[in-house]
């Protein structure tokens, strides 16, 4: 104890101020007030042992505090990495506390960016500057710089003028726009030792010089170890949600991939024993429209439908496509495909009718021929690729036997077909490859039968007809119901696929053909004339067999000995028609004016003269005119307009007049050769009629 009381109150002071937590300078004033108050030289010296204590004491217990708060600091940190959800969060709370902590002006944590090969600042915290807030650095660039390429802490009392840094423009410039001095970064490491990662950088920084101590260095290390943890969980986390998504996605592929191996599966099962039940093209058609809910159509080579348009069970009732043509049946019941037609859904197939290709609501209705050749080609373009293809809106597939195209099969109503629909639309073409070359055999096994018949009928109609009307029914020929006649003649080179065409072209509906002095076609009547039916098989067997092919038809007619003089009108207009030079044309006896009278069976002149006057006797009929009279004269005095007036007794002006409203009624070619002939003919018949 001492001796001198003065002293103890002195020694009470200090503990007093150390109690209190006052500053080292309170301390400090104990002495010096012992010193004011006369104490002696030993009690003074013992005041003084006792403050030096005391600031000891003083010293222990801030760093004391200064380390609990920093552990509270990590502790804190250490939380929010427990409870990472936002790791910008947790880089702002880790780059806020170093400030505090070190007591610093600002602080800031840069990452690297690997695409662009430097860093950039991810994180500040009190900086003011926009320039120094987008720097980026390279490596070895600047303090951060060397920090990140040797992962050694660096720290300078005035970064400016320290040499040891690579200084360039860029960032000396922020620095200076941010008023930076004194500078501390440390590495963000990822392991330990020689092998850690530097994946970052964490700096504390002060406006006015400064020495960062060992201990505050250590610290900054601590937050910056805390702060590549937060980094690299956020990324594991997020790999880990990479990682599940792509997991969730590929179970929802395997789901999808089963679900389509069992629909595929199903919809094979169905489709065979659609085939083992002898369904036919329709019903596949139907099945597949079903399976894929959309509106199927099936198409022969030549681009034109062999089956009504199937609609799926969710697709709206609309019109589907139409009988075939003008050639069978332009939609008669009782053409092909109608009523009496084989399966009594065949009768699609064929060119010319009403809406061309397709009908009504099929494969492009307003150009005919047309559509039918874009089908081809996006067909052509299908076997190219052994795969569907899109064209005008519509999946197109080939239908295949070997290298031979069939036809095809075209959807609509289903833009968006993925790839297990797909896979399926185009393996329903399979099936349909299978059903039409089975229909195809039975039809040429059928037609040879049939080609039997017709030669017997067309080389002795008189000889048996009861017979042959008999054998006739029992192949499902009424030769007793009108019939056109359609005779075909091409190339001899290309003569033999002709015939093959022939069959083609009748296939699906019920007419039959044979080769008899050219290719021979029956094809019953559908409120067609011979004209248009033999135009419209021209143009198909010209497509079908990639030549000129010439048709001429004739009827109808019914019974043995009317089908055989059909035949004989037919092969003489065809006769006629290549001596005209109208090869690779169709048409018929009566639409070759005088020639269809000299050709034709009955000769019909009345009807000839009506074809040809009859404008101009209506005209006269009604206006009580002569134009025929004065037609008549014109021609009888040889085209001379003044012998015309002449013989008409009328002024020339009259005759001229005349003349016009003739070509204003027959058109401006009446005086070229060849419709003056027919004009002079039917002239000098009607006379002879008269008379």
């Known amino acids: 104890m001492p001796k001198n009381p003065s002293v103890a109150a002195h020694l009470r002071r200090l503990l007093e101020l150390l109690a209190s937590g006052a500053p080292a300078e309170d301390l400090g004033t104990v002495a010096a007030e012992a010193r004011r108050g006369g104490a002696g030289a030993d009690d003074l010296a013992e005041v003084e042992r006792a403050t030096r204590a005391a600031l000891r004491v003083h010293s222990a217990l801030r760093q004391h505090q200064r380390r609990e708060a920093e552990l509270t600091a990590l502790f804190d940190t ?88 690579h200084h360039t423009h860029s960032i000396d410039a922020g620095v200076l726009d941010e008023g ?12 330990s030792g020689s092998g850690g990662k530097v994946i970052g950088a964490l700096f504390a920084a002060d406006r006015t010089p400064r020495a960062f101590s060992p201990d505050e260095v250590a610290l900054l290390c601590s937050l910056a170890n805390h702060a590549a943890i937060a980094i690299d969980t956020a990324k594991a986390m997020t790999d880990a949600r990479v990682a599940l998504a792509e997991l969730a996605e590929a179970n929802a592929v395997i789901r999808e991939r089963s679900a389509a191996m069992q629909r595929a599966e199903e919809s094979h099962d169905r489709l065979s024993d659609l085939v083992l039940r002898g369904g036919d093209v329709a019903d596949v058609a139907a099945a597949v429209a079903d399976l894929l809910q959309g ?38 019941a009782d053409g092909p495909g109608g009523a009496d037609g084989p399966s009594g859904s065949h009768g699609t197939h064929g060119p010319g009718g009403a809406d061309g290709p397709g009908g009504a609501d099929d494969w492009d209705d307003s150009t005919g021929t047309d559509g039918a050749a874009a089908l081809v080609r996006a067909a052509e373009e299908s076997r190219a690729t052994a795969h569907a293809v899109v064209h005008d809106g519509r999946w197109v597939c080939a239908v295949l036997a070997g290298q031979e195209m069939l036809g095809s099969l075209v959807l609509s109503g289903r833009p968006d077909l993925d790839g ?27 037609n040879r039968v049939r080609g039997d018949l017709i030669t017997d009928l067309l080389t002795a109609p008189d000889r048996d007809p009861a017979g042959l009307v008999a054998r006739g029914r029992s192949l499902g020929i009424d030769l007793n119901r009108p019939h056109l006649v359609l005779v075909a003649s091409s190339d001899a080179d290309v003569r033999d696929r002709l015939a093959v065409a022939a069959v083609q072209y009748l296939f699906g509906g019920d007419g039959v053909s044979a080769e008899h002095a050219g290719t021979v076609m029956l094809v019953p009547v559908g409120g067609v004339k011979p004209g248009e039916a033999a135009r419209s098989a021209a143009e198909q067997l010209t497509h079908l067999v990639g ?82 009279r004065t037609l008549a004269a014109y021609f009888g005095c040889g ?22 409203r003739i070509q204003a009624i027959l058109g401006p070619g009446w005086n070229s050769p060849e419709h003056a002939l027919e004009l002079q003919l039917a002239l000098r018949l009607r006379l002879l009629s008269l008379s």
């Open 639 to 660: 085209g001379s307009l003044t012998r015309a007036k002449e013989e008409l007794h009328v002024h020339i002006n009259t005759v001229v007049q005349r003349l016009d």
């Open 420 to 446: 297990p629909d797909r896979r399926l639309f185009e393996r329903s073409s399979v099936v349909t490859s299978l059903l039409l070359l089975l229909r195809r055999s039975v039809a040429e096994a059928e």
């Open 295 to 332: 509106d199927v159509t099936v198409f022969d080579a030549g681009g034109w439908p062999l089956t009504p348009t199937a609609r799926g069970t969710d697709r709206p009732a609309g019109n589907t496509a139409r009988g075939r043509n003008a050639a069978h049946d332009p939609g008669g």
């Open 547 to 628: 030549a000129p092919v010439t048709v001429a038809g004739a009827g109808p007619a019914a019974g043995p000995r009317a089908l055989a003089d059909a035949h004989a009108e037919a092969s003489r207009c065809l006769q006629a028609l290549q001596v005209l030079g109208r090869r690779g044309a169709g048409g018929s006896a009566g639409e070759l004016g005088f020639l269809g009278v000299l050709l034709g069976k009955d000769h019909d002149v009345e009807g000839f003269v009506r074809a040809t006057l009859g404008p101009l006797l209506d005209y006269d009929e009604r206006r009580g005119t002569q134009l025929v």
């Open 78 to 165: 250490a939380g929010d990495l427990a409870a990472l959800r936002d790791l910008d969060a947790v880089l702002r709370s880790i780059v806020r506390r170093a400030r505090m902590l070190l007591g610093t002006d600002t602080a800031y944590l840069t990452l690297p960016d690997e695409e662009a090969g430097d860093t950039f600042m991810r994180v500040t915290d009190g900086s003011v500057s926009e320039l120094f807030q987008n720097l980026r650095l390279q490596l070895g660039e600047g303090l951060g710089g060397l920090v990140a390429q040797t992962a050694r802490p660096y720290a300078t009392p005035d970064y400016r003028t320290d040499e040891r840094f």
């Open 180 to 191: 930076l001095v004194a500078i501390l970064g440390v590495p963000l490491l990822l392991g």
